[in-house]
């Protein structure tokens, strides 16, 4: 594709670098973990691969099967290729003109309106920009306060599609945010920025992220970490994405391949117009633009500045909903990368869209089988671990130790890297996993049938927050939302692991038994995995009997009492960082004591 260059490219715009001393403190040290962390990936993958290798051995051997392997291929696809975007600042009024898009479903009235006031409040030059309330409920009640928004912020506009859309709601909105501003009085801007309706901007947002875009003609889009305001203490439910945009983001933004995450980008024009404008044949239209602007030979670069704050799901119901559209969006992008709008994208590029649906499905997928395998092999008294002598089982426990000790420093530098704000365990997290396994059936049948992947919106089920009776949350939690899954499963764990002590008891092996309990129940791998789900699958148990109180968003927002403009208080913004709970603690001392227990007693 040949560049294009357009005249307010050519504009003479002033950028610097941000001049912050914290903040060059904060990119300096996360450069350096983040060089660290392709290493520690290297490190984990080889030793889980010679780990899996003498473990095979060992099954060809004894006539019994034992694996384990943590590879970090995007990790290690970063090696030697730390590369940080600059934080860039336009510091004049000479500017691109950018359209604002701000997409908008029927959610709550006030989240739009802090939303569109921040926005329109921006410091960039006001002739330069205007913000577009993209309303899809058709609400009239939601026009006329956006009419009266407008008395006090001229750049604000408002339009609807006129019905209630069924299906790729954001996509299909956007689009006709595309359209609509084509029609107004100037045309198109030269630049498309878009925000969900929860997402506020900070003041500096466009003078952010459009240095980005004008200092690279092949730059299409510039695209921000998204935060959350409105994490509970602890986290009980793993809402922080922490892990996506401190470490897995910025690790593919080193090799070129940095996704638009949804909202906070800054896109230009005519390159969302050279693909035909926002894809709408998937569910995750923001991973899916990605794909065809690479395949168009674009660049998209992610900038590692925090400039939006946004609301996590409030309920455990919509975050359950929220992780089954992640994981078929995910998968219904992999197969439209697969489409004719994408065959020009190279090899590593339908790599980097497929590599991802095929991991998450694998993920699941294994998951599932072992959350429901696990407590019939526990149960069924047999060894986990193959081995014919003595020193074989010594060979696999230095092996195994050399594998932990490896992949968990992996997990401490990307812990590291997002401020210790993450578990030191970043792969323990299975209780949604049923939920995700349904989903994928869903997608799965919807793809083979030939019919459109389903949309995913609010059922109506009762959430247990709103629910006072401490009987009826259990009953709404049990068998309405299907959490009485997870009670099976921990109590078919706790018998499968006492049927496993019972059988190394009355073995006669000859072997003390606490070699023989080794390499059952407290075989550290599998010590790990039923500790990790007994532990997880508590989590939707434990938010039944003492839900968290809801966040109120007047406690967390400093609002502006003459103008009503709103921004996330420092209360606010320290509770997007991740504390991990109790139960995180406790998993991780389970763990290391098995794998010290090991090394002690076998070694």
Not at 116 to 128: E, N, Q, V
Not at 160 to 175: D, E, F, I, Q, V
Not at 335 to 358: D, G, I
Not at 378 to 384: D, E, I, K
Request: hydrophobic share 45%.
């Amino acid at each position: 594709m040949a560049c294009r260059t357009n005249s307010w490219e050519q504009a003479a715009t002033r950028i610097e670098p941000l001049d912050d001393p914290h903040e060059r403190h904060r990119e300096i040290e996360q450069m350096l973990f983040m060089k660290r962390i392709p290493r520690a990936a290297l490190a984990s993958m080889l030793s889980s691969w010679l780990y899996f290798a003498y473990s095979l051995k060992c099954v060809l051997d004894a006539q019994a099967a034992v694996a384990s392997g943590t590879p970090h291929l995007l990790a290690f696809s970063a090696f030697g290729k730390e590369k940080r975007q600059p934080l860039l600042r336009v510091v004049d009024d000479t500017c691109p003109t950018v359209d604002v898009f701000i997409t908008y479903c029927g959610e709550e009235l006030e989240v739009l309106l802090d939303t569109a006031r921040a926005a329109a409040a921006l410091d960039y030059p006001k002739d330069r920009f205007r913000v577009i309330i993209l309303d899809d409920s058709v609400s009239r009640y939601v026009e006329n306060e956006v009419r009266i928004l407008q008395s006090t912020y001229k750049n604000v506009y408002y339009t609807t599609r006129g019905s209630r859309p069924k299906t790729h709601t954001k996509a299909g909105n956007l689009n006709h945010g595309l359209k609509y501003v084509s029609d107004l009085p100037g045309g198109p801007s030269d630049l498309v920025a878009v925000l969900d309706v929860d997402m506020i901007p900070n003041r500096h947002w466009l003078r952010a992220l459009v240095p980005h875009i004008l200092i690279n003609p092949k730059i299409a889009l510039a695209n921000p970490p998204q935060r959350l305001y409105n994490i509970p203490d602890g986290d009980p439910l793993g809402q922080s994405m922490d892990i996506l945009f401190d470490v897995l983001e910025p690790l593919k933004n080193a090799t070129n391949s940095a996704w638009c995450c949804g909202t906070g980008f800054v896109a230009r024009r005519d390159a969302l117009d050279g693909i035909g404008g926002i894809p709408e044949e998937s569910i995750s239209e923001d991973v899916l633009t990605s794909l065809c602007l690479v395949a168009a030979d674009w660049k998209i670069v992610y900038v590692h500045e925090d400039v939006q704050w946004g609301l996590a799901p409030s309920t455990i119901t919509s975050h359950v909903k929220q992780a089954k559209r992640w994981c078929a969006g995910i998968i219904s992008t992999a197969m439209a990368s697969l489409n004719p709008r994408a065959r020009k994208m190279r090899p590593e590029e339908k790599y980097n869209a497929l590599f991802p649906a095929v991991a998450i499905a694998m993920s699941v997928i294994f998951n599932m089988v072992i959350m429901i395998s696990l407590p019939l092999l526990l149960l069924s008294g047999a060894p986990f671990v193959a081995y014919s002598t003595t020193s074989q089982l010594r060979a696999v426990s230095i092996l195994f130790l050399v594998k932990f000790l490896a992949v968990f420093s992996y997990d401490f530098l990307a812990t590291k890297a997002t401020s210790y704000h993450l578990s030191l365990l970043l792969s323990v997290e299975p209780w949604t996993v049923p939920f995700q396994f349904l989903t994928l059936v869903q997608v799965a049948i919807s793809m083979i049938s030939g019919r459109e992947v389903p949309l995913f919106t609010p059922s109506g089920v009762a959430d247990i927050q709103t629910v006072k009776s401490f009987a009826s949350r259990v009953k709404i939690s049990l068998w309405e939302n299907g959490f009485i899954l997870y009670v099976i499963i921990i109590v078919s764990l706790v018998v499968g692991i006492v049927a496993s002590a019972n059988e190394a008891m009355q073995t006669d092996s000859g072997q003390p038994f606490w070699k023989e309990l080794l390499v059952r129940a407290a075989w550290p791998p599998v010590l790990q995995m039923w500790s990790a789900y007994m532990i997880d699958c508590w989590t939707p148990i434990s938010y039944t009997l003492n839900p968290p109180t809801p966040l109120s968003r007047k406690k967390l927002l400093d609002r502006d009492p003459t103008t009503q403009l709103a921004y996330p208080n420092q209360y606010a913004k320290d509770q997007v960082r991740v504390r991990p709970s109790q139960l995180s603690a406790i998993l991780r001392l389970v763990y290391c004591v098995g794998v010290c227990a090991m090394a002690v007693i076998v070694l």
